[in-house]
Nanobody, 122 residues
Framework: QVQLVESGGGLVQAGGSLNLSCTAS????????MGWFRQAPGKEREFVAA????????YYGDSVKGRFTISRDNAKNTVYLQMNSLKPEDTAIYYC???????????????WGQGTQVTVSS
């Protein structure tokens, strides 16, 4: 089993930045892909960003390209999400997820964190 714990959420004004962290514990050697998803009130959970094990392959959802950056530090078993130029529509609960396989699809994720709230005020 792998446990994921997110941190770094909060309230920020539009145009501001936040940096989310997700630290994995347990059988972390089994994890290949780590990523972020988000769910806004009344909406389905959507893909935000993902990284393969080495960090050499990065993937982003269309709505965050150019504003968000995902990175990972395998020595610390941590994945980060640097969020810049935040917009009110970025308001959501952000979930960290991990997959023992190579897929970045939401349905393929094996482990999920509890989520951290990000609120962007206008």
């Amino acid at each position: 089993q792998v446990q994921l714990v997110e941190s770094g959420g909060g309230l920020v004004q539009a145009g501001g930045s936040l940096n989310l962290s997700c630290t994995a514990s347990g059988r972390t050697f089994s994890v290949l892909v780590m990523g972020w998803f988000r769910q806004a009130p009344g909406k389905e959970r959507e893909f935000v960003a993902a990284s393969n094990w080495s960090g050499g392959r990065l993937y982003y959802g269309d709505s965050v390209k150019g504003r968000f950056t995902i990175s990972r530090d395998n020595a610390k078993n941590t994945v980060y999400l640097q969020m810049n130029s935040l917009k009110p529509e970025d308001t959501a609960i952000y979930y960290c997820a991990a997959n023992k396989g190579t897929s970045i699809l939401q349905r393929s994720m094996d482990y999920w964190g509890q989520g951290t709230q990000v609120t962007v005020s206008s």
